[in-house]
């Protein structure tokens, strides 16, 4: 290989990601689906490690109908270990709309002069010229007028249902949930994902769980395919809208 070819290709090879490699592997068929596998061997999957409270001992009932800690006499279905499965719900309705609307005028007038100065005012026009007037030696003014408008308005909506696994049960019992969905249509993939920590009293009886009730949630609803190869900047202009001044 010439040496002059080298530095094009690095250059060729630096801007191609993964991704890139990805997508032109899928060129002429619909992008694929990745295989249900555990979350917690994910590459981004990290324990968590959350405040805990002071452990309380509790007392040995061994001869009660009723066990301390249980929520009923029969066996609770909702999650509560490793592995259990959990509907997570988001529900997200976001609405903002801001106006603002400023109006500024200022108008100022300075005059100075020395009609009398110890006799000496007569002697300004021989020095400033004839047009010098020692009563209004010097005037100013100055106005300035500003108005401006502006507006903020922003709807969001997302509805999404999908079942997530219990990856780990903190010493309080608070529990580490991850949600993981794919839905292809024709040649567009959408990835849901939500993963947060729940604790067990905000499960609902259906064993639901709202997402507003998630501590440390992290809900990402996006996809890669035709569609959003579309919508995307190309890695020149990226580049060129990072490294341009203007």
């Given at each position: 290989m010439?040496?002059?070819?080298?530095p094009?290709?690095l250059l060729?090879l630096?801007?191609?990601?993964?991704?890139?490699?990805?997508?032109?592997?899928e060129?002429?068929?619909?992008?694929?689906?990745t295989?249900?596998?555990?979350?917690?061997?994910?590459?981004?999957?990290?324990?968590v490690s959350?405040?805990l409270?002071?452990?309380?001992?509790?007392?040995d009932?061994?001869?009660?109908?009723?066990?301390?800690g249980s929520r009923?006499?029969?066996?609770?279905?909702?999650?509560?270990?490793?592995g259990?499965?959990?509907?997570?719900?988001?529900n997200?309705?976001?609405q903002?709309?801001?106006n603002n609307?400023?109006?500024?005028?200022r108008?100022?007038?300075?005059?100075?002069?020395?009609?009398?100065?110890?006799?000496?005012?007569?002697?300004?026009p021989?020095?400033?010229?004839?047009?010098?007037?020692a009563?209004?030696?010097v005037?100013?003014?100055?106005?300035?007028s500003n108005?401006a408008t502006g507006?903020i308005?922003?709807?969001?909506?997302?509805n999404l249902r999908?079942?997530?696994?219990?990856?780990q049960?903190?010493?309080?019992?608070?529990?580490v949930?991850?949600a993981?969905?794919e839905?292809r249509?024709?040649a567009?993939l959408?990835e849901?994902?939500?993963?947060g920590?729940?604790?067990?009293?905000?499960i609902?009886?259906?064993?639901?769980?709202?997402?507003d009730?998630?501590a440390?949630a992290?809900?990402?609803?996006?996809?890669?395919?035709?569609?959003?190869?579309l919508?995307?900047?190309?890695?020149g202009q990226?580049?060129?809208?990072?490294v341009l001044?203007?």
């Open positions: 010439k040496p002059f070819l080298l094009p290709l060729l630096n801007l191609t990601d993964c991704s890139a490699i990805q997508r032109l592997s060129i002429g068929r619909a992008p694929a689906m295989p249900t596998a555990d979350p917690t061997l994910d590459p981004s999957w990290r324990r959350m405040p409270p002071p452990a309380i001992p509790l007392p009932e061994s001869a009660s109908l009723w066990h301390t009923a006499f029969f066996k609770d279905q909702r999650a509560s270990k490793v259990d499965l959990i509907t997570v719900v988001v997200v309705a976001d903002a709309l801001l609307n400023t109006t500024a005028q108008k100022a007038a300075d005059g100075m002069g020395m009609p009398n100065f110890f006799g000496l005012e007569g002697q300004i021989k020095m400033l010229g004839a047009a010098a007037n009563g209004s030696l005037s100013t003014n100055s106005a300035n108005v507006q308005q922003r709807n969001e909506s997302i999908l079942a997530g696994v219990v990856t049960v903190l010493p309080n019992g608070n529990m949930v991850a993981r969905q839905i249509v024709n567009e959408r849901l994902r939500v993963s920590v729940v604790q067990p009293a905000d609902a009886s259906d064993n639901t769980i709202s997402h009730r998630m440390e992290r809900i990402s609803y996006g996809g890669r395919g035709t569609l959003t190869d919508q995307n900047s190309r890695y990226q580049i060129m809208d990072i001044p203007f």
